[in-house]
Every structure is written in C-alpha cells, then in structure tokens.
C-alpha cells in the first residue's frame, strides 16, 4: 500500500506549467529515479509529493489515500536535500535524532535507531560533532542518517550526491542502495545524473519541460527509447539521430539507401509513416575502411582521443555522426562503410518523434 500515483497532475506556476498532465505509478519499494535536464520539473515533482507544493490540478494518492489536502508533516515521508540542510548548532547526533524527539518517539526506541543509523551510514566516533567539523562526504551521511531513522514509508532525495566528488559519488551509490534494500521504503530520487539514474533505480522516470517522456527500467530506457529525446538523452556522447525517408524496402539517406531486413520492414509498414529518424547508438557502430555492401558510405572529419577510446566524427549526406571505438586505424578525410546491427537500431516517426516500436524478433 506505499504506492505514489499522479493522476492528471498539473502544477502552474503563473503562466508557466512546469508539470504537465503527469500519469505516473511509483510502486510501493521500488526505487523510482526522476530524471531530465535542469528545469525540466523533477525537483517540483518530488516536493509535491513531500506536501511542500500545492498541485494546481490533478489528484495525487500515497498508500492508497487522495493527500491533496495532507500537509506535508501527516505524508509519512523521509526527505534528504542537495545541501544537506542539518541543524549548525546541533551535533551529528542531535541532527539524527531531533525530529525523533520532536515526534515524540520513545527514548529506547530513539537510541536504537541512532546506533543502527551510525553504525550503517558509518557515523560512530563523530557523534558529538558539529556539521561544520565533518566533510562534505560525512554531512550527506548524518543527512541520510536523519532521514533513515525516521523509518517512514516514502523516502525522497533530491539530488543528495551532486556536492560530493566523483569517488565519494560513487560509494553513496552503493550506500544508498544498501539502506534501501534493507528498508524497502518507497524511494523517490531525483537527478540529472544518468550515470545515478541507471545504477540506483529499479525504474526511471524521465521528464522534459514538465512532460513525462518514457518510465521503464535502465536497460529499456537504454535499448528501447520512446522517443527521439529519451534516446539522446540517456548515454553519452549522445545517439546519433538522422532524418531518413523509406522507399522500397529501405531508408533514403540523402542519396543514400539502406535496405532493411524483413522484420524492420514490417515494423515499419506497421507504423504507416514514410518519414523516418534513424538512431543508432555511438558505441553500436563498427566502421569499414574497406566498402561493404548495403552500407553508408561516409567521410571522416576528425577524431578525439579519449585515452582508452576514440570518438571517430564522420560525415554522411551532410550529417555529423560519431562512432565510439577501442582502436582506430582512421585519419581525418578517410571514406568510410558502415552497416549498422539491425538489432541496435532505433526507428522513430519524425512528425511525433515517438519510437514505431521493436520488431518482435528483437523483444523475445
Ligand atoms: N517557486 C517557484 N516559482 C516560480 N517558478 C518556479 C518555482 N520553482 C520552480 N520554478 C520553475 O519551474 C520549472 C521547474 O523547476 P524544477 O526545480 O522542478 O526543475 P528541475 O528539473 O528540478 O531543475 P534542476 O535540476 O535545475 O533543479 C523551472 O522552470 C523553474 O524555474
């Protein structure tokens, strides 16, 4: 029953509505990631479930009941934020426990959840200091230490990592992770890292500009994008995505054709459009020196050396698309072949930028 459901949701803020007519399911103990560029109505999402936003229509429901009317302190919810927010002058373990006290929980009861807190978000020893005394690392701990020993059904974090670095980033992943399982509360995280996105959730939610574009695990979102934006949106450097008009069994590149095997040929009868994006991830093309049949032929134009890969940028009918390679034998100006791997290809509708689906070969 710890389940989060936006029916119709819209927030307004004036003229500008930031989240759009949302219709999302987050289930009871998954770990569900807000995800999408700054602006986009993550943040806005997360704090209308918290109860410190008001929704301008639209019903939201936790566990089951309507809480448009329910203030934010009756929603049961735990809440880490960027910075923190710990108390100055209060020490690690006044910070953890003041909300306990506040709510009036028993004092045995209080003691124990601190030791557990301390000793999982690993705390002891600093107990009696204050935030100004601890590293950045150990703030965001005690401030996950906070919110843990609540132990209330929904648990929601707004970008907690983003002032840590990278190597610290990482272990709170795994940290994070961890309290979760053991917890199994209903988590809500929001971030405009695809790299936490993909490694924390269980699903991912992605917004642009308010409006929810796609929400599935990390694998789907990767390898069956919704739309154009999902697909440049989720890996880096991003899915390269060509206009590509289909005649006669295969897709018309500039003066270019490809021809598509038969069950992309079905897929896209199915789809009854003739104006085609063709994407196909950086690391999902292999380039030829030497001509291949049906294939693109292409120029390259330069190449990034990254150290442990090459980013090879080539040219083809006016289109810069770049190609992720271990090694490379390729200089500026080369011609070069690419046939792509008809199972990592993605096809969208160009009027409404939406995937026309996967052959059913490929899904299994
Ligand atoms: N209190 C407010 N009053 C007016 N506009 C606001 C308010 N809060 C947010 N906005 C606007 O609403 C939009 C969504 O903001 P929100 O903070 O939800 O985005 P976000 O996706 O979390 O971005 P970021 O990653 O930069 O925090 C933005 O255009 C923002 O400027």
Redesign the pocket.
């Known amino acids: 029953m710890k389940e989060i459901v936006f029916e119709n949701v819209c927030k307004h803020?004036?003229k500008?509505l930031?989240v759009n007519h949302l219709n999302l399911t987050i289930r009871a103990g998954e770990r569900l990631i807000l995800l999408?560029?700054?602006?986009?109505?993550?943040?806005?999402?997360l704090?209308i479930i918290s109860g410190l936003e008001n929704i301008s229509s639209g019903k939201l429901y936790m566990g089951g009941k309507c809480v448009n009317d329910v203030p934010s302190g009756d929603r049961n919810i735990a809440m880490v934020f960027q910075n923190y927010a710990l108390f100055p002058h209060m020490t690690v373990e006044e910070n953890i426990t003041y909300g306990l006290k506040v709510h009036k929980v028993p004092k045995g009861d209080i003691e124990e959840r601190l030791k557990s807190a301390l000793q999982m978000l690993r705390l002891e020893g600093l107990e009696k200091r204050k935030p100004k005394e601890l590293s950045g690392g150990q703030r965001q701990r005690v401030a996950l230490a906070r919110a843990v020993v609540k132990r209330s059904d929904f648990f929601l974090l707004d970008?907690p990592l983003s002032n840590l670095d990278a190597q610290l980033r990482g272990h709170a992943r795994k940290e994070l992770v961890k309290i979760h399982e053991m917890y199994r509360q209903t988590f809500v995280y929001?971030t405009?890292d695809q790299v936490e996105a993909m490694t924390i959730g269980d699903r991912v939610a992605l917004?642009n500009k308010?409006v929810l574009q796609m929400v599935d695990t990390p694998d789907n979102v990767y390898n069956r994008p919704a739309n154009v934006f999902t697909a440049k949106f989720i890996g880096a450097p991003a899915a390269n995505v060509l206009d590509a008009d289909y005649w006669e069994n295969g897709l018309i590149v500039g003066k270019q054709k490809l021809l598509l095997p038969e069950m992309w040929i079905e897929q896209v009868k199915k789809s009854r459009s003739n104006e085609f994006a063709f994407g196909i991830r950086p690391e999902h093309i292999q380039l030829s020196k030497a001509p291949i049949a049906n294939a693109f032929k292409g120029r390259v134009k330069y190449i990034e050396n990254y150290g442990n890969r090459f980013g090879i940028y080539f040219e083809i009918e006016g289109n810069e698309i770049i190609a992720m390679a271990d090694e490379n034998d390729l200089s500026a100006n080369d011609t070069v072949y690419f046939q792509p791997d008809f199972a990592k290809i993605h096809l969208f509708d160009r009027s409404t930028t939406n995937s026309i689906g996967y052959p059913k070969e490929l899904i299994g």
């Open positions: 803020y004036g500008n930031v999408g560029p700054s602006g986009c109505g993550k943040s806005t999402t704090r970008e929001v405009h917004m308010g």
